[in-house]
DNA sequence: AGCCAGGACTGAG
DNA sequence: CTCAGTCATGGC
């Protein structure tokens, strides 16, 4: 078991930042979550400024979980308006997850037009199909399907894990990307609307999931995806009433009004979205 | 029971 | 370019 102490200037807190739906693998039983990254069943625990965990070292927690980066002044620097101001209040010390880019790109495939139960069950069954056992001593944990495992299966296979219309774009996605191991380096070296375009290419990969894949999974702090819950905010609380925005109009207006960490500002948006929006 | 969900694709205008 | 129809599934 492994630990270390917050410094106070440096917000973080552990259930915003895995509990927000950024992440579908994590689950959390009497304060300890507990995840599988790589090959590896990671055990977590926040009590205070105080972070204790097992299954990886110091320098890639603080990694995953983006520990190094100001939120401070990044919080500061979208803190402009009272919508978004509730926002910070309330979700203060989350942090958006380094995730790695397969993963990421695999899940938000898979997280079109469903919900987020529904997602973390679907991406569940697929690691338990396709990925490796890991042995943790309880129950067993399984490691994400490589793109290559994925490859190779049956596509009626990987439709049986409630993936529905999507499987064959999962498919197509491993092919290509296991035919094509530089595709991360490639992508993470094109500026932001290159790369954005390049992930489009994928079969099943359009505005919104690119851009969930360039916040989670290339650092691109600058993307913002514009889900239904997003859209609703924005026309709600930023726009002019029956503006006439589709998805790049609103992208574009909150990266003008956030600024270059439009990111975090919609992921802090989306973690308030059942209590800044009125349902009517 | 029916509506909705971290949408994308296709074809028509 | 916009717009509607369609897609497969489960949560609530």
Redesign the pocket.
Known sequence: MLSLTLSADQPFNLDKTLS???VFRWAETNGWWTGVIRDRVIRIQQDGNHLSWSGADEAFIRHYFSLDLDLSRILAEIDCDPVIHRAIYACRGLRIIRQTPWECLVS?MI?????????K?RISLLCREFGNKIDSGGEPYFSFPTPEALAGSDEKQV?AC????RAP?LCQVAQAIHQDPGWAGAIRNLPYEEARTEL?R?????????D?VLLFGFERLEAV??????E?ILRQHYLKPGE?A??DHIRRYAQGYFGPFAGYA??YL?CMRNDITKKE
């Open positions: 927000c739906g950024q938000y997280a079109t037009f469903t919900n987020i139960p529904s997602i069950r439709r409630s993936l529905g219309y774009y489009m994928y079969r099943g990969v359009g505005r919104k999931v690119a969930c995806p514009v889900d239904v819950w997003i609703r006439k589709n998805y919609q992921e989306f």
